[in-house]
């Protein structure tokens, strides 16, 4: 099994700026990639950004050039740095793990999720 604990969610001015962590606890070893999701109200819950175990990333085409993810393997962290954020970035961001995949079911662990709002 494997935790997921997400932080730095929070509430930001249009064009700020925040940074979220996720740290992984547990069979850390089984985890090939990781990844960060969205949901905001009404709508489905979508892939923003992923990170294999190698390095290599995938974001939405959304926030190409705005969001960067990375990763500390030593500290089995992953981090979203988000800038010039955007009204419509508002929205309950998921940490989750597990294949290095654009398929919700191929991340088989996930955290609780963190609030961000961007007001306009």
């Known amino acids: 099994q494997v935790q997921l604990v997400e932080s730095g969610g929070g509430l930001v001015q249009a064009g700020g700026s925040l940074r979220l962590s996720c740290t992984a606890s547990g069979s850390t070893f089984s985890i090939n990639a990781m990844g960060w999701y969205r949901q905001a109200p009404g709508k489905q819950r979508e892939l923003v950004a992923r990170i294999a175990s190698g390095g290599t990333t995938g974001y939405a085409d959304s926030v190409k050039g705005r969001f960067t993810i990375s990763r500390d393997n030593a500290k089995n962290t992953v981090y979203l740095q988000m800038t010039s954020l955007k009204p419509e970035d508002t929205a309950v961001y998921y940490c989750?793990?597990?294949?290095?995949?654009?398929?919700?079911?191929?991340?088989?662990?996930w955290g609780q999720g963190t609030q961000v709002t961007v007001s306009s």
């Open positions: 989750a793990a597990g294949a290095y995949s654009t398929v919700q079911s191929d991340y088989a662990y």
